[in-house]
């Protein structure tokens, strides 16, 4: 997953850069240190969103353990 997400992170930046200079009718490999700049940046975005989203489901699956837990305690110790 590593790979796949600096790859799009790396596509995302090149893009945004092209399509700034296509905006802007400029051509579109002007200021080659600006894409890789994009690329770099894109890159480390989706490798920190990846990142993110590992660390979301893990808490996630955590505060569901701890609902089901309590959810047992309230309504089990009810019955004895």
């Known amino acids: 997953m590593a790979w796949s997400a ?3 992170g790396a596509l995302l ?3 945004t850069q092209m399509y700034s200079n296509a905006l802007r009718k400029l051509p579109l490999m002007r200021h080659p240190w600006e894409h890789v700049l994009g ?3 894109g890159a480390v975005f989706f490798n920190q969103l990846v990142k993110w989203d590992a660390k979301l489901q893990e808490d996630l699956d955590k505060m569901l353990e701890k609902a089901k837990a309590a959810n047992e305690r309230r309504y089990m110790d009810e019955d004895e």
């Open 39 to 41: 690329m770099g940046l």
């Open 13 to 15: 930046g090149l893009g």
């Open 6 to 8: 600096t790859m799009i």
